[in-house]
């Protein structure tokens, strides 16, 4: 008894001690460690987030009330800004959806299966793990928002991670550097997957390609959907760095385009789903058809033609014939050729490809116009005939 | 500097209340977990050891200064994803070795405070490699320099939180 007196605090040291690496040991000897700490977890969650999520909806609440209401510095510049944005995406979504109805058609044509997202919940990031060897994120949505785990994390830069556990307000987001993540990832022009991992310093690398192929620091890095949590083609980030790794493999060393030191707010992807491409409803298309589409023809004659004759501009669908100094190139047919039934591209009425107001045809036929209108100015208007969903004539 | 060897008798042995044992900790773990995302070289302090440091030098009590250190150390591995009791190995060890050593050394000073939190920042660390390498698997790489600026780091944020912690305890 004595003994056990003069001993007792190092016993003890030796019974907790002893009791923890036996707990230890039995989370490792189980792959799913946290069914078997939950209640600790909870307990823990529980005592440490209400007062994270207090603190974030203060200085959310309080960011709010000064850029909205004092901190209004530039915002008509931002606006205007914003506007000249808008406009140029205006024009660059024409082109895009020509481009994706045809990857459609093809996708079609092959049976291909695509996911894409339907549906994602907004969460705001209110802690850390707080360790420098636990990468993760406490986000303010739960099982009663729906959230449920494995569901992928986003922002609007780049992928972020996984959902890990779930809480009844609130789930913890296992990031892509962690070093127990991986994520399938496929290089954006070589074509070359591999499997994204975190480092224990931070970083985030590819894995598994092999050192005899090429991949040019700059590249970009999308998701290959192999890891069926992430929707293939979803940007991770960009080649920084490659080196030869052990094993006969590169190391690709990747920076991630989301800032995954400073995330405020996140998306959690609720929903995917997979669909295949729906074939063309228009039916077997003629090559000719297509052929026509490619090539230019001419916007129809709009309402307000007569009156822009009348002001000396040009109405589109016609030709200005010296456009000096302007890119504008005419391409428009002939409006005789557009006129005769016979001629493909006449058939096909190309759609306004400018949200600009110039060259809106918006009949399905194209009415001969007066031949040449002498332009003052060279005029923006020419447009540039994009292959668009035709819209077929009416037999005259 | 000032670390002296001192008799049992002639150290103080102070206490805290229910309230500061409980919300003190707590504060330190919460800490820790919301200011790296604000401020993310906060990643390189461990507050919550810290804390234990100054519990058990305080406390002068090896049981104390053990349970102390096991059960802030679990709260901090529940927030991560990792498997309990990593930091609660660590922070048991390192409270029983702070407590021990409070009792043979007069760690009143913030010279003795510094070097103590140096001590037992590498200790911990240690103690936490090991643990992670050997029986988690953790993939880790060890670098002393990194180890030593953090500890320097730790200890000069450690004699800040020695004083806040000196307000708050009583004499026994």
Do not use: C
């Not at chain 1, 189980?30 to 603190?55: H, M």
């Not at chain 1, 591999?194 to 224990?200: A, H, K, Q």
């Not at chain 2, 003190?24 to 790296?36: E, H, K, R, T, Y």
């Not at chain 2, 150390?73 to 990792?82: F, N, S, V, Y």
């Amino acid at each position: 008894m004595d003994v056990l007196g003069r001993y007792r605090n190092l016993i003890v040291l030796v019974g907790v001690l002893f009791a923890q690496v036996l707990g230890l040991a039995v989370q490792v000897k189980r792959t799913t460690d946290s069914e078997s700490t939950r209640l600790i977890r909870i307990w823990a969650v529980g005592a440490v987030t209400p007062l994270e999520k207090v603190l974030a909806w203060a200085q959310t609440s309080t960011g709010n009330v000064w850029h909205s209401y004092f901190y209004l510095r530039g915002v008509r510049a931002e606006n205007r800004s914003l506007k000249q944005q808008i406009e140029r995406m205006s024009l660059e979504q024409v082109r895009m959806s020509q481009d994706a109805d045809q990857a459609r058609r093809l996708q079609a044509l092959l049976g291909f299966k695509e996911q894409f997202i339907s549906r994602t919940m907004a969460a705001q990031v209110i802690g850390s793990s707080g360790s420098e060897l636990s990468r993760s994120v406490y986000i303010d949505k739960g099982y009663n928002d729906g959230i449920k785990r494995d569901m992928a994390v986003i922002t609007a830069d780049g992928i972020v991670g996984k959902v890990l556990n779930v809480y009844r307000s609130t789930s913890q987001v296992l990031l892509i550097n962690d070093q127990t993540s991986g994520v399938g990832a496929l290089l954006d022009k070589t074509r070359l997957q591999g499997i994204l991992r975190g480092t224990p310093s931070g970083e985030v690398v590819i894995e598994k390609v092999m050192s005899d192929e090429t991949v040019p620091p700059g590249e970009l890095v999308l998701t290959s959907g192999g890891d069926g949590i992430f929707p293939k083609g979803l940007l991770v980030g960009k080649v920084t760095k490659v080196s030869l790794g052990s094993d006969l493999f590169l190391n690709i060393r990747v920076r991630p385009a989301a800032d995954l030191s400073r995330l405020e707010e996140v998306l959690v992807v609720t929903k995917i789903d997979e669909r295949q491409a729906e074939p063309d409803q228009t039916g077997a298309a003629r090559a000719v058809d297509i052929l026509a589409e490619r090539l230019p023809s001419v916007p129809s004659k709009p309402e307000n033609a007569e009156k822009g004759a009348a002001s000396g501009t040009v109405a589109p669908g016609t030709v200005a014939p010296t456009t000096t100094g302007s890119d504008a190139k005419p391409k428009a047919a002939p409006p005789e050729a557009s006129a005769s039934s016979g001629a493909p591209a006449a058939r096909k009425t190309a759609m306004p490809a400018s949200s600009s107001g110039t060259g809106s045809g918006t009949g399905a036929t194209a009415t001969p116009a007066p031949a040449v209108k002498v332009s003052p100015k060279p005029v923006k208007a020419a447009v540039e005939p994009k292959p668009q969903p035709a819209i077929e004539d009416s037999p005259q | 500097m000032a670390i002296t060897y001192t008799s049992g008798e002639q150290v103080e042995v102070y206490r805290f209340s229910i309230p500061a044992t409980v919300l003190i900790p707590l504060g330190a773990v919460f800490l820790q977990a919301w200011l790296p995302l604000r401020f993310p070289f906060f990643t390189i302090f461990d507050l919550p050891l810290l804390v234990v440091i100054g519990f058990a030098t305080a406390r002068r009590s090896p049981l104390a200064g053990l349970l102390t250190g096991g059960l802030i150390g679990i709260l901090q591995d529940a927030l991560t994803h990792q498997p309990i009791g990593l930091y609660g190995i660590s922070k048991t060890v390192v409270g029983f070795g702070a407590s021990s050593l409070g009792i043979k050394l007069d760690v009143e000073h913030a010279g003795a405070r510094f070097l103590l939190t140096i001590f037992f920042y590498v200790v911990h660390e240690v103690v936490y490699f090991m643990i992670a390498r050997g029986l988690v698997g953790l993939r880790m790489a060890w670098s002393w320099p990194h180890e030593f600026l953090s500890g320097v780091a730790n200890a000069l944020l450690g004699v800040l939180v020695f004083m806040l912690l000196d307000r708050v305890k009583q004499r026994t």
